[in-house]
């Protein structure tokens, strides 16, 4: 008996793309067999196995080729090159209501989708109690499923999916469209079934959500394998990986702007270290130039993420401050900074006294990362924005 429950070799889907229907019928007569097609590749030669038992994570951005592959291992497509041995019954759950006939009701799509996986009749009946109560959505069993709303659908889907109690569960960010009840319901279910040593293959958008619940997890790019292995790993380096291509968009904002007509401006800019924990100190060095000697003047700090949206701010304005004298170097502190993992970029503007103008501003002029403690499981401590101090009473 094979240890896999899912074996992908050497996969490829690829697709013909033409500029006009014309170009397809000119393909198809043509003497010489000339093209007019482009080849565009959804999967381009990805190998990986998924062990019994083992539940995995697929991260990739849209158009990735992550619903392609899922709907590979599930039967929906044919690949264009290689092969993908699985071991075991499969229930998919893929986009909103595949394998769902519209004009059927509820329950005749239970029946429906029992047939596709391989049960009998019988068989069906003896789940249908507990797939309608999982479902939990009262009379609609028995109405057409092209009346139910994105949510109805999502839990009838995966009600069924689950009840037929497969070997393996593929499921593609189907449960993102249920409210939370729904949400905490299935997922709680998920772990039940991981702990019965069934095979999960999870696609979802949650960064965080494959770190925690997922043993391995495989990133794909544009159609390729870029890289699979332990979860936590994967999901750090593919975080990575968004934040550089933020960065670059954000290093075109921050070409040097033209200051010599400025009273005031902002000679330079620097960090005490390039990467911090989270907990330690931050120290920003501002350096300013004064063309002219004014006091009436304040300096402010926005600290932006890797998405370019804006964390937090620091400002003398604000914090009551008034200069007796033209610094010409002004530190920001920050003690025991509760920054979450990632990259930072930090926008510098020197304002008059009520922030009505700026005497200069340096958008995204450096940036700084912050690395996580883990707790004693290999969980990050902190997740979303900040990790604000706090204490448990108890």
Not at 198 to 208: A, C, P
């Amino acid at each position: 008996m094979s240890e896999y429950a899912i074996k992908v070799n050497q996969l490829t889907k690829s697709y013909n793309l033409y500029q006009s229907k014309v170009d397809r019928l000119k393909e198809i007569v043509h003497p010489f067999k000339k093209t007019f097609h482009n080849q565009f590749f959804a999967l381009n030669n990805i190998s990986f196995s998924v062990s019994k038992g083992e539940t995995v994570g697929v991260l990739g951005k849209n158009g990735s080729g992550k619903s392609t592959l899922l709907k590979i291992i599930a039967g929906v497509l044919q690949p264009s090159f290689g092969d993908v041995e699985v071991n075991g019954s499969v229930s998919a759950l893929l986009e909103l209501g595949a394998g769902f006939n519209p004009e059927y009701t509820g329950m005749e799509n239970i029946y429906l989708y029992g047939t596709i996986v391989g049960l009998s009749k019988k068989e069906i009946s003896e789940k249908v109690n507990s797939i309608v109560t999982f479902a939990d959505i009262g009379e609609f069993i028995n109405q057409p499923v092209k009346m139910y709303s994105s949510g109805m659908f999502a839990r009838l889907a995966f009600a069924v999916a689950i009840n037929v109690d497969p070997d393996i569960l593929i499921v593609d960010e189907a449960l993102s469209v249920g409210d939370a009840y729904f949400q905490e319901k299935s997922f709680t279910k998920m772990k039940e079934f991981r702990k019965q040593g069934k095979s999960i293959f999870f696609v979802s958008h949650s960064i965080s959500g494959v770190r925690n619940f997922c043993d391995r997890a495989i990133w794909i790019d544009k159609g390729e394998l870029v890289l699979d292995g332990v979860a936590d790993v994967v999901c750090t380096e593919y975080q990575d990986f968004i934040n550089e291509q933020n960065q670059a968009h954000h290093q075109q904002i921050a070409q040097e702007s033209d200051n010599s007509q400025n009273k005031i401006y902002i000679r330079d800019v620097k960090m005490d270290k390039a990467v911090y924990q989270m907990d330690e100190d931050i120290q920003i060095k501002i350096n300013l130039e004064f063309r002219e000697e004014i006091l009436s003047y304040g300096v402010g700090v926005i600290v932006y993420d890797a998405s370019g949206r804006l964390v937090t701010l620091y400002n003398t304005v604000r914090d009551d401050i008034v200069f007796s004298s033209t610094y010409n170097e002004l530190i920001l502190r920050i003690p025991r900074n509760d920054f979450i993992r990632g990259k930072y970029f930090l926008t510098v503007v020197i304002s008059d006294e009520l922030s009505m103008f700026p005497y200069d501003r340096k958008d995204f002029i450096t940036t700084f990362a912050i690395e996580y403690k883990k707790n004693r499981n290999g969980i990050p401590i902190g997740d979303g924005m900040f990790r604000s101090k706090h204490e448990w009473i108890y």
